[in-house]
């Protein structure tokens, strides 16, 4: 079983009290996507939201031109792109587009979405969000491989082409992300990769093994990816430098905007701090976060490892809005040049020592 180490999710969003203009927030996160080739990582990866007041990236794969664009070798990631509040036809284009860019290293990661807001902003009916992932998927894989695919915003007008088509023959991997058993299930009928998160080892596990036989029992014989994001934060430095007091605010403020997010409306102005953590929050925060030395980190990462079953795609959710730039370069560097040899070590079958 092999292991391929990705960093993410970069989401360019604005830490309260952040004085940096949004040109320079990008600017570095092309920085580090730069950064993680060069130092040996295997891919990268950005995520999508919209309308939230700290500029959570709404355009994926814009981002994902750029950087393919200052890149050679490494895989491009979403993680994820929110299918159903995109036009299936543009997004088939975009991404082609994108590939060719990239020289064929896009990877395509899917999810349904989940914000009322999102939806209703875009002119999207939420109840549609499953169906209409279902058709982007179709619309890909067949414009794609040189079909007619239907147009219109209701796919019924005339069938056109996609042009041009991706650089890789059939075009970018698609993986899905999923949480329920439902959507794990589905990922495994109609993708070619299950992305998890928020999982434990044996949560991974059991999501793996359904993806997987969904997928065999869909008839494809081609192989499927089981991928999962999880944050991390390895740190090397003195002892004085927890590296949980380091990253324990970052962390909780991303931790805690997505539930913001999910019942705010209209929310404008300058982005707000969460509330103070109570003892209970703060233990149950740090046990969702994989933080500790190079060895600690790399050795709970190949439990994941093992718990896929197979080989595994671990990105590393190592971009944290408010962490100083010199601490968020450092961390990059201590997990890719210390975690990820470990972790390589481990899942050759070596001891990491």
Request: proline residues 7%; aromatic residues 8%; contains cysteine.
């Amino acid at each position: 079983m092999s292991i391929s180490l990705g960093f993410g999710l970069i989401t360019c969003q604005r830490y309260p009290g952040d004085t940096r203009s949004d040109a320079e927030l990008y600017a570095q996160a092309l920085d580090l996507a730069v950064q993680a080739e060069q130092l040996g990582l295997d891919s990268v990866w950005v995520s999508e939201h919209h309308f939230v007041d700290d500029g959570y990236l709404p355009s994926c794969l814009p981002v994902c031109a750029a950087i393919a664009a200052r890149t050679s070798r490494v895989q491009i990631g979403t993680g994820v792109l929110l299918a159903p509040l995109h036009d299936p036809l543009r997004l088939a284009e975009d991404a082609a587009v994108t590939d060719l860019i990239s020289a064929g290293r896009l990877l395509l990661g899917l999810g349904l979405g989940w914000r009322e807001e999102e939806f209703a902003g875009l002119g999207v009916p939420l109840k549609e969000r499953v169906p209409r992932l279902r058709t982007a998927v179709d619309t890909l894989r067949r414009g794609w491989r040189g079909e007619l695919v239907p147009g219109g915003p209701h796919q019924e007008l005339a069938a056109v082409p996609v042009r041009p088509l991706p650089a890789r023959a059939g075009g970018p991997p698609i993986w899905i992300g999923a949480m329920s058993e439902r959507a794990v299930r589905r990922a495994g009928q109609i993708a070619d990769g299950f992305m998890a998160t928020e999982v434990s080892p044996a949560m991974l596990a059991e999501q793996a093994e359904q993806a997987r036989r969904e997928f065999t029992e869909s008839g494809r014989a081609a192989p499927f990816t089981v991928s999962v994001h999880l944050p991390v934060f390895a740190w090397d430095g003195p002892e004085t430098q927890d590296a949980w007091e380091l990253i324990r605010d970052s962390h909780r403020y991303i931790a805690w905007k997505y539930d913001d997010m999910d019942v705010a409306r209209g929310q404008g102005g300058a982005p707000q701090p969460p509330p103070p953590m109570t003892a209970a929050d703060e233990a149950a925060l740090r046990e969702s976060i994989l933080v500790g030395t190079p060895r600690q980190v790399a050795e709970r990462i190949d439990e994941y490892r093992r718990a896929a079953g197979g080989d595994l795609d671990f990105i590393a959710r190592l971009y944290f809005p408010g962490l100083s730039w010199d601490v968020q370069q450092r961390a990059l560097r201590v997990f890719a040049e210390q975690v990820a040899p470990l972790a390589r070590k481990l899942a050759a079958g070596g001891s990491g020592g």
